[in-house]
Structures are given as structure tokens and as C-alpha cells.
């Protein structure tokens, strides 16, 4: 059993597939319903309009688009921020602009030998590990 402190309210809690404990589960969900419902009713929103309206981190509202539990084909002002720099996108994890840094960083750190072979995966060519510098530019 693994046992964590649900990171809402405090309490332990048996973490087996939920990140929370089951009462702030259940308080999400409401706060889920509330949101699509509230969204189907001004579809015109955007994501800062919708967090401020419904009392919800635009953290918890990007996680339920991702989860594809909100969806933006019905909400053409809905977007959420990049992981990187916090443009407003409408798909992916990334906006163009870091993707292609990224990329490059990839490419250049290849050309330069700075990528190791991950020890793991001796019988696969071709398996590499890079550090992730993405967070640490914005």
C-alpha cells in the first residue's frame, strides 16, 4: 500500500490511483461539472475567464484539457499555457517557438557529443538520454 499526503488538504491517504485523497477527488469532480457546464453555457471564454469565473487554477483546468476531458473545439477563445514559456497554445505540451529551441539544443548537443548512451539499453542502438533544459529558460 502506498501511503502519501494528498497535496489539497494534508490528509493521508492510500494513493493507489488518484493524486488526491477521495474527498478533494470528489471536490474536483464538482468543480469539473461546474466548469464544462459553465463553459457550454459562454463558449466564449478563455482559460483566465474561466478560472476566475469558476474559482479554479487555470493548473487544474489546463490538467482536464490535456486529460481530454475538456475539450477546445467547442471553445474557440480556450487555450492553455506551455510548459516552457506560458503561451497561450491550443494542442500539444510545447508552443512552436520552444519545440523548434528544443530541437536545436537536441541537434547541437548530438553534434557536439554531449548526448550519453543510456547504459540500459545496450542491445538498442541509437537509445540516448539528454538533460532536459526546458524549464530552466523561462
Known amino acids: 500500500m502506498d501511503l502519501s499526503y494528498c497535496p489539497k488538504c494534508g490528509k493521508l491517504f492510500s494513493r493507489n490511483f488518484r493524486?488526491?485523497?477521495?474527498?478533494?477527488?470528489?471536490?474536483?469532480?464538482?468543480?469539473?461539472e461546474k466548469c464544462v457546464e459553465h463553459l457550454r453555457k459562454n463558449k466564449g471564454l478563455d482559460i483566465q475567464q474561466l478560472?476566475?469565473?469558476?474559482?479554479?487554477?487555470?493548473?487544474?483546468?489546463t490538467r482536464w484539457i490535456r486529460e481530454g476531458r475538456i475539450s477546445l473545439l467547442n471553445a474557440p477563445n480556450m487555450s492553455y499555457p506551455c510548459e516552457s514559456c506560458g503561451i497561450l497554445i491550443r494542442e500539444?505540451?510545447?508552443?512552436?517557438?520552444?519545440k523548434k529551441r528544443l530541437q536545436k539544443d537536441v541537434k547541437n548537443a548530438t553534434s557536439r557529443g554531449m548526448?550519453?548512451?543510456?547504459p540500459e539499453d545496450k542491445g538498442r542502438s541509437g537509445t540516448y538520454r539528454i538533460g532536459d533544459n526546458i524549464h530552466d529558460r523561462s
Do not use: A, F
Not at 493524486?19 to 469539473?32: A, G, I, M, S, T
Not at 478560472?51 to 483546468?61: A, D, G, L, N, T
Not at 548526448?115 to 543510456?118: G, R
Open 19 to 32: 493524486d488526491v485523497c477521495n474527498n478533494c477527488h470528489q471536490e474536483l469532480e464538482k468543480e469539473y
Open 51 to 61: 478560472s476566475e469565473e469558476m474559482e479554479v487554477s487555470i493548473k487544474q483546468i
Open 92 to 98: 500539444n505540451h510545447l508552443c512552436e517557438s520552444c
Open 115 to 118: 548526448l550519453q548512451q543510456n
